[in-house]
């Protein structure tokens, strides 16, 4: 990439210092009543303008070709292309996160739902038991009432053999559900190279194409994009340096409060 | 507030809508029913059966901006409670959902208490 830059403003350096030197011999010539002279070195300075300028399309074709072929876009078959292209290649790739992570959060989910019953059952029974045993303590139990609270006693704490086994069994399942973040992980750092590869190459078009403009005086209007503010952008991911976004949910409800809410 | 009250929960990803529904189920709020956008949504709120909506904002289809205009503007509906639950968090987009009308709003990432102190808001101004 310096290569390039390098030899652009070379050439475009070459091109204006011309101009300058051009443009007094010009002026001389003007002045000093050589009309003949005048023309000359004005069709002079239209052929530089003109090489200069092919010179510039040229490289910024060849740039184009280039960015094209480093991403392995083939505008000839895109159909029946077996190697997809880089960009295609990145979708594939995100739309595997997307399944990946919603897998995992369902797989994770699933065992959460199973397993809450486990812990409110375990802990509806040994709040019964509690209060039965401290009866017992206070010596407020009959005997046959005591029978029962000694055979329930037994059946609660063989269930809760079982059931914390298959709370622990379920937390592992959970633990092993997070796997995908390094499996994604993994991925999105492929896909952000390339997000970056493809934005360098499209500076230096950008680039290229500005030293085109500047030849044949073209003047770029700026467009600024007027976005419309109501567009979900999904989650913020430094909404500390933004001053049109709030930083959290107190954030949220000062500004709600301030309306009058 | 009516534990046995009816909630819709709108988010087009179906995990978002499982931890919502688990939240509620265990603030009490076991009736629940989902949809996955603004278009799924309007005609189930439209039969009437919905006490509460919960809903994200940004979704394709109608989102949930549009879906609680379209809610303020329907006549038997326009009472319904709404509380959003949303990533969206610029301050422009929170002054356009309270002037939109809406009664509550969440900003993703939440947690239980944050989603239960906001829906207890709601219902006690409500009650009141």
Not at chain 1, 51 to 65: C, M, P, S
Not at chain 1, 76 to 92: G, L, M, Q
Not at chain 1, 210 to 227: A, F, I, L, R
Not at chain 2, 74 to 98: F, G, H, N
Request: overall charge negative; aromatic content about 4%.
């Amino acid at each position: 990439m310096t290569n390039i830059k390098s030899l652009d403003d070379a050439t475009a350096l070459g091109f204006e210092n011309k101009l300058k030197e051009q443009a007094n011999q010009l002026k001389d010539l003007v002045d000093s009543g050589n009309v003949a002279g005048a023309l000359a070195i004005i069709s002079e300075l239209n052929e530089t303008r003109d090489k200069t300028l092919y010179q510039e399309v040229g490289r910024l074709t060849r740039t184009l070709h280039e960015s094209i072929r480093n991403f392995h876009i083939d505008t000839a078959n895109t159909a029946n292309n077996e190697d997809a292209s880089k960009i295609e290649d990145a979708s594939d790739r995100l739309a595997y996160v997307v399944e990946m992570t919603n897998k995992a959060a369902n797989k994770t989910l699933d065992l959460v739902e199973e397993t809450m019953p486990y812990a409110s059952g375990i802990s509806t029974e040994a709040k019964q038991l509690k209060d039965d045993w401290s009866r017992l303590q206070r010596k407020e139990m009959k005997p046959e009432e005591f029978r029962a609270l000694t055979s329930k006693m037994g059946t609660f704490l063989s269930k809760l053999c079982k059931d914390s086994d298959k709370v622990y069994g379920n937390l592992s399942a959970i633990l092993l559900a997070q796997d995908f973040q390094d499996l994604t992980g993994q991925v999105i750092n492929r896909v952000t190279t390339l997000v970056k590869d493809v934005e360098e190459n499209l500076v230096k078009l950008v680039m290229m194409a500005g030293k085109v403009d500047q030849m044949t005086g073209n003047v770029q209007q700026e467009t600024k994009q007027q976005e419309t503010n109501m567009q979900g952008e999904g989650p913020q991911m430094n909404a500390e340096a933004r001053e049109d976004v709030v930083s959290g949910q107190d954030d949220v409800d000062d500004l709600l409060s301030s309306l009058g809410f | 507030m009516n534990k046995d009250m009816k909630i819709l929960v709108v988010d087009d990803f179906s995990t978002m809508r499982r931890i919502i529904k688990n939240l509620l189920r265990d603030l009490g709020f076991a009736n629940t029913d989902e949809a996955d956008d603004g278009n799924t949504a309007l005609p189930m709120l439209q039969t009437g059966k919905y006490d509460f909506l919960v809903t994200d904002w940004n979704m394709p289809g109608m989102t949930g901006i549009d879906l609680l205009r379209h809610v303020r503007a329907d006549e038997s509906l326009k009472t319904l409670p709404v509380l959003m639950v949303t990533a969206e968090a610029k301050r422009d987009q929170i002054v356009a959902a309270a002037q939109a009308g809406v009664n509550g709003y969440v900003v993703k990432p939440f947690t239980a208490a944050v989603l239960k102190e906001k829906i207890d808001k709601i219902f006690e101004r409500i009650d009141s």
